[in-house]
C-alpha cells in the first residue's frame, strides 16, 4: 500500500498560483497512474487533472484546462500540479490519488478508479 502526502496548499489571492506536491511514503509511485481530484463544501469530489505512469498522457477538466498543469518527476518521486491564474471557483480540498497501471499509456478520471488517496491539502482563493 502507498501513502500519499499532499501539500503545497494555502490561500492565494484570485489571479495568483500555487504548486500541490505530492509524495509516496513507503514506496515508489513508478507503476502507478496518478491523478488530482479535488472537492468543495457540498460538492462531490472532481477529478482536476490526471497522468499516465510514463506521463506521456495527461487529462484535464474543462474548468481548468489552460490554467493548470501536472507533471510527475520520477527522480524525485513525486506527483505536481501547477496552478495558475487561480479563481475563487477553485476552492476546494485537492487530493493526490494513484492507481496501479496495466498500461504505461493509461489514464483514469474517475474517483472509484483509484486505489490510493492522500489526506488532502486545503486551497482557498480570494476574490
Not at 494555502?10 to 509511485?29: D, I, Y
Not at 474548468?63 to 487561480?86: H, P
Request: proline content about 3%; charged content about 20%.
Amino acid at each position: 500500500q502507498v501513502q500519499l502526502v499532499e501539500s503545497g496548499g494555502g490561500l492565494v489571492q484570485a489571479g495568483g498560483s500555487l504548486r500541490l506536491s505530492c509524495a509516496p511514503s513507503g514506496r515508489t509511485f513508478s507503476s502507478y497512474a496518478m491523478g488530482w481530484f479535488r472537492q468543495a463544501p457540498g460538492k462531490e469530489r472532481e477529478s482536476v487533472a490526471v497522468v499516465s505512469l510514463n506521463s506521456g498522457r495527461t487529462y484535464y477538466a474543462d474548468s481548468v484546462k489552460g490554467r493548470c498543469t501536472i507533471s510527475r518527476d520520477s527522480a524525485k518521486n513525486t506527483l505536481y500540479l501547477q496552478m495558475n491564474s487561480l479563481k475563487p471557483e477553485d476552492t476546494a480540498i485537492y487530493y493526490c490519488a494513484g492507481k496501479r497501471s496495466p498500461g504505461i499509456w493509461n489514464t483514469y478520471t474517475g474517483v472509484r478508479d483509484y486505489e490510493e488517496w492522500g489526506q488532502g491539502t486545503q486551497v482557498t482563493v480570494s476574490s
